[in-house]
């Protein structure tokens, strides 16, 4: 009896992107691409991420694990189970594409990899003393720069592309995009002419205050912001279009975000440590052949569960200490999904959340102190009459809040959330690490 070859994987992240502006989710962004691979596959209309920004996502995109377990959010540490070593052990050619420099090697994100083509590693040209003399000096006038300060999604696709040309099947293909991260959309000419310089400049003057004081953003302001991130989010899909061209249809792909993105509701913007569905609800799509295409899942998932899907989709045992399940019986239709609990936390120096979305109800606690356990404040909603999150229902609805409340404080408990919350500090970084990071927004 023949064993039947593995499928090719393909995982397609995207950084910041909101499911809610994607055409197959009722959006009014232009996403042909990614529509498509939700018509040949399952669109999850409930999928989660564990936290809200893109280094404590991504140890649970590839451990299937909660990010502040196995050394938690600082580093891919060494000793976390990891998908693609699976893979690679196996005998799958593992191959990745970063633009991000949270995911770099610094960061221990190549581990596994037979070849990482990390882009988010900065060209030598745009630390030059002329370019850096410039930004410098259009600086002074507001903020314009001269390199963008990641790499398109051009250049991811042409990178994936180049990688994978004539490589052995089976590969496993990991992709990262940044154009949805601020400041929205890069593909574009390298070098800006005057006119963009002064765009720029507003745009870098509009981000600082949405950071400092978002109450005061209009919404004028809002639309300008979100109509740039929806161009940054179009211009993915059309490189993504190249690439799901030159794909064989027999391939498995899934794609999902790290985390959303905040335009003003909950008076924030970006990525901040709030847990509310903007930042956590993201998209998810996995087509695999023997699942029929078209299929809408609306219950819960999360990221946890890409691991074993992957895994299963590899014919590969799932990580034995896993915390998530293989969407493939459910996509298959040999089993239903079951009521999972996707969990969310995130910590920074002030302070923790955690939340839980569960059976149809969002329930999120800001912690006074993460390790006595003790509670500032909390809400409840309603995921499905209200997934905007703007309805409060803890008071109206105790016993449900009480429920959720003791699940959440059993997953920091369990879980080690905040034992790994000290923030990363600017002293231990490289000046190009430092560089990079402040250009994307994380340092000033
Ligand atoms: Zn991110």
């Not at 023949?2 to 909101?18: E, G, V």
């Not at 905007?388 to 699940?407: G, I, V, Y």
């Not at 408990?413 to 402040?438: C, E, F, H, Y």
Request: aromatic share 8%.
């Amino acid at each position: 009896m023949s064993k039947k070859k593995p499928p090719n994987i393909i995982l397609i992240t995207i950084d910041c992107l909101r499911a809610d502006i994607l055409g197959c989710y009722g959006g009014e962004a232009q996403t042909p691409s990614i529509d498509r691979l939700a018509e040949q596959g399952v669109r999850y209309t409930a999928a989660f991420a564990h936290s809200h920004m893109t280094k404590s996502t991504f140890p649970s995109i590839f451990s299937g694990r909660y990010p502040s377990q196995d050394g938690g959010t600082q580093q891919f540490d060494a000793e976390r189970f990891s998908v693609v070593e699976a893979l690679q052990v196996s005998g799958y050619q593992t191959i990745g594409v970063n633009s991000n420099p949270w995911l770099s090697r610094r960061f221990g994100f190549h581990r596994g990899y037979t070849r990482y083509v990390d882009l988010s590693e900065a060209s030598p040209a745009a630390h030059s003393l002329p370019v850096r003399l410039l930004n410098h000096g259009l600086g002074l006038f507001g903020g314009g720069v001269i390199y963008p300060p990641y790499p398109s999604a051009q250049a991811v696709t042409d990178a994936a592309l180049q990688a994978i040309d004539g490589v052995d099947a089976p590969f496993f293909l990991w992709l990262h995009y940044m154009d949805a991260h601020w400041p929205y959309d890069v593909d574009r000419p390298r070098l800006y002419g005057p006119r963009d310089a002064e765009n720029w400049a507003y745009n870098a003057r509009l981000a600082a205050r949405c950071r400092q004081t978002p109450e005061r953003v209009t919404a004028r302001e809002r639309d300008a912001l979100w109509a740039l991130y929806r161009r940054g989010v179009e211009t993915v899909d059309r490189q993504l279009g190249r690439l799901l061209t030159v794909l064989d249809e027999a391939d498995t792909v899934a794609l999902t975000a790290d985390h959303g993105e905040a335009f003003g509701e909950h008076t924030e913007y970006f990525h901040k440590i709030a847990l509310h569905a903007e930042n956590v609800h993201v998209p998810l799509l996995l087509r695999h052949s023997g699942a029929s295409g078209g299929q809408v899942e609306n219950g819960v998932v999360r990221h946890v569960d890409l691991a074993p899907t992957i895994l299963e989709t590899a014919v590969l045992p799932p990580p034995g200490n896993g915390e998530g399940i293989s969407l493939l019986p459910a996509a298959m239709n040999t089993e239903p999904l079951p009521k999972l609990e996707a969990f969310s936390e995130s910590c920074n120096q002030n302070g923790c959340y955690a939340a839980l979305r569960h059976d149809g109800w969002a329930a999120i606690l800001e912690m006074e102190d993460v390790a006595r356990m003790i509670v500032r404040q909390e809400s409840l909603y309603n995921y499905y009459d209200d997934p905007a999150e703007t309805r409060n229902l803890a008071l109206e609805r105790p016993s449900r809040m009480a429920a959720m409340r003791a699940r959440i404080l059993d997953y920091i408990a369990r879980r080690n959330v905040g034992t790994s919350a000290a923030p990363l500090l600017a002293a231990d970084m490289d000046d190009d690490l430092k560089r990079q990071l402040i250009k994307l927004g994380y340092l000033e």
